[in-house]
């Protein structure tokens, strides 16, 4: 798995887009809170907590009549004012096979808590990132295309980047032979750079490392970056199993991630590719 292709559709009926179980680590052992489900019909997503994990396609519809709908300023970014950088993607970027389409699919939803990390923030930060990151461009950080606006022009539909072959998850699941000396070279070129700009990443790993055709590592997903010595409390930032243990935005939490990388690197090139990776590009 790569990047996915994703298109901005409005369905009449309504489509299950997502379903997340969610857990309690403050058990021990951990236990089942919710599975967090997310429907998307005529351009809204609806959302529904259900209590539990085991269900069929008929139910998943029942469901749908007691989902909750999704208010738009929640996951959706407003466009930035006038004068403020914001480059809008080409008409054909949502056609592009070479394209990627980020928008945000909003399945961690709660009502009561609807001014606590809103996913509208985390985009707007992100397109604002990748601006400046458009502006001071970089082999080994993707390459960021514009904003694709919503129907009513009022907010961000989502943000467009180039597309690329896998990321490195992908590539040693499917034994895909590439240089892991070099990428990790790579993405400490891409890392120096982004902080040579005043941020840090916060969020490097494996699903976050893609590679290019001619397996070139390149860094993607911005929203968890964020201004060096700036707080991390209440902002999105690191993935599960990949974890700086952070408050505060640093160019160490990026090395100590990469380092984990590299030793996860370490661990399963050798067992699903073998040493002679090393040797090819």
């Known amino acids: ?45 609806y959302h529904y907590r259900r209590e539990e994990r085991d269900s069929d396609a008929d139910a998943d519809l029942e469901l749908f009549q007691k989902a909750i709908l999704v ?6 970014a407003r466009l930035p004012p006038p004068g ?26 709660d009502p009561t808590h609807t001014e606590k990390c809103r996913p509208a923030d985390d985009q707007a930060d992100e ?10 461009p970089h082999p080994n950080i993707c390459r960021y295309l514009g904003y694709v606006p ?29 240089n892991a000396t070099a990428v990790i070279e790579d993405v400490r070129s891409g890392l120096d750079h982004l902080h040579s700009l005043g941020y840090a990443h916060n969020d490097i790993n494996p699903g976050n490392i893609v ?22 409390r209440g902002k999105k930032a690191g993935t599960v199993n990949w974890d700086h243990q ?18 996860w690197l370490a661990e399963n090139v050798r067992e699903t590719h073998g ?3 090393e040797d090819s590009r």
């Open 1 to 45: 798995m790569g990047q996915s292709q994703c298109q901005v559709s409005e369905p009449s009926e309504p489509r299950l887009v997502l379903t997340s179980d969610v857990w309690r680590f403050d058990k021990d052992p951990e236990e089942f809170a919710f599975t967090a489900m997310l429907w998307e019909q005529n351009g809204d997503f």
């Open 246 to 263: 952070s408050e505060i935005s640093l160019p160490e939490n990026d090395y100590h991630l990469l380092r984990e990388v590299e030793k």
């Open 275 to 277: 040493l002679e990776n």
């Open 71 to 76: 208010p738009r300023d929640y996951y959706l």
């Open 150 to 178: 919503t129907l009513d022009g009022n907010s961000i539909a989502g943000l467009c980047f180039e597309r690329h072959e896998m990321n490195l998850d992908s590539a040693v699941e499917d034994n895909f032979s590439f």
């Open 84 to 109: 403020a950088p914001a480059t809008r993607a080409p008409s054909t970027a949502l056609a592009d096979p070479n394209v990627f389409f980020k928008r945000t699919e909003p399945i961690m939803y």
């Open 211 to 232: 590679l290019t055709k001619t397996g070139l590592a390149v860094i993607i997903d911005f929203d968890s970056c964020h201004k060096i010595g700036e707080s991390l």
């Open 127 to 136: 397109m604002r990132i990748c601006e400046e990151l458009r502006q001071n």
